[in-house]
């Protein structure tokens, strides 16, 4: 082939193909300037397609990358391009070999799996749209629907907290807690072991609301920030979390990843 001839590279897939086109793309990219044309054939799951592909194959002068795992239709696409006498790579089989001889199990030889949206993933999508929905305290209906509902001063990481703890598939409700607010009457008709109470030391939230302060071009010295004014916030969620009578986090010395473990850890013993 000469450097003005254009290499085309069909994609044969029993599903998506986007694995292959992926792993052909990352190798053309290893040659400068390289002519390839790359056209991706998916869901192939009869034998008329793949002699329909490696005769158009056979006439461009292409190569045919596939990620075929059921053995009829692969070991017929070998067959025919190999009639054909065109070049063909196998980019899932020789893993999928590897992988068989290291664990002595045989694949299930089902096309599509990783793709395929099972039970737990719409489970974490579902959570993931109730940490939005209820963050913040937007509705009091969410703290009775949630399975965990976390209450604290504000920048005590409640909203990445939900969201990293909606991750692992559990929906959760946040709630601020501010001495002018009286604390939506929800979170006194909920068990008290569905809610987690976060506790941050009075310098450790300074710090955090003063650097907030700056990010958002404001001065330090805003009641935000006060020292007193946030003993005064603390002593107010201290109260609150002692009539709800629910687990307290310090989160003071914590990072937010710490946290969601902890509170995973306990509702998962639940």
Request: with cysteine.
């Amino acid at each position: 082939m000469t450097q003005t001839e254009r290499l085309i590279v069909y994609i044969v897939s029993d599903s998506v193909g986007e694995t292959a086109e992926l792993v052909v793309k990352a190798a053309v990219s290893q040659f400068n300037g390289s002519n390839v044309d790359i056209r991706r054939i998916p869901y192939v799951e009869d034998k008329g397609t793949i002699q329909e592909v490696v005769q158009i194959a056979k006439k461009a002068k292409a190569l045919i990358a596939f990620t075929l795992v059921v053995p009829e239709i692969k070991n017929y696409l070998l067959e025919a391009a190999k009639e054909a006498k065109v070049e063909t790579v196998d980019i899932i089989g020789p893993v999928l070999g590897k992988i068989n001889q290291l664990t002595n199990e045989q694949p299930r030889y089902e096309p599509g799996l990783i793709y395929r949206l099972d039970e737990d993933y719409f489970r974490k999508v579902e959570a993931i749209e109730f940490a939005v929905k209820y963050d913040d305290g937007r509705d009091p209906r969410g703290i009775i629907l949630a399975d965990v509902v976390l209450i604290g001063v504000s920048r005590t990481s409640k909203t990445p907290l939900s969201q990293y703890l909606a991750h692992k598939r559990l929906k959760v409700a946040n709630v601020p807690l501010v001495p002018e607010v009286e604390p939506p009457e929800e979170l006194f008709k909920i068990s008290n072991k569905k809610c987690i109470g976060l506790r941050i030391s009075p310098e450790k939230l300074n710090s955090i609301r003063t650097e907030r302060l700056k990010a958002l071009g404001l001065k330090s010295e805003a009641n935000y920030a006060n020292i007193n004014r946030i003993k005064q916030e603390l002593a107010y969620a201290q109260e609150v979390m002692e009539r709800v009578n629910c687990p307290v986090i310090d989160v003071s010395n914590k990072a937010v990843e710490e946290t969601a473990n902890l509170i995973s850890n306990m509702f998962q013993k639940h």
